[in-house]
């Protein structure tokens, strides 16, 4: 059973950081590509970055590759998503995700992705 629990939302103001949490499990991070995607009001959910279960790879949305990144505790099982240089765009709720194929998140229809945590709200202030 995968389960993801998110952590470390919160309000921020531009040019700040913020570092987000998904905690799953050893067996899950061993298995599935843990992720993350958001969804601003109005919007439609969207890919963010997730790390592979084979190899650990990266992989990022293009527009926010070198302002987020993405990392892995094998130890616990916990993904992290560390947030820089924010802005009021960012503002979102984020999700973390997790999928039994590798490098496939970035590629999924929100509606298609197996398993979801319960979001965390994330407000960057102007």
């Not at 890919?47 to 190899?55: L, T």
């Not at 949305?61 to 505790?73: C, M, N, T």
């Amino acid at each position: 059973q995968v389960q993801l629990v998110e952590s470390g939302g919160g309000v921020v103001q531009a040019g700040g950081s913020l570092r987000l949490s998904c905690a799953a499990s050893r067996h899950t991070v061993s298995n599935y590509d843990v992720g993350w995607f958001r969804q601003a009001p109005g919007k439609e959910r969207e890919f963010v970055a997730a790390i592979s279960w084979s190899g650990g790879d990266t992989y990022y949305a293009a527009s926010l590759k070198g302002r987020f990144i993405i990392s892995r505790d094998n130890g616990d099982g916990t993904v992290y998503l560390q947030m820089n240089s924010l802005r009021p765009e960012d503002t979102a709720v984020y999700y973390c995700a997790a999928d039994r194929v590798a490098l496939r998140l970035q590629y999924l229809s929100p509606r298609d992705v197996e398993h979801w945590g319960q979001g965390t709200q994330v407000t960057v202030s102007s």
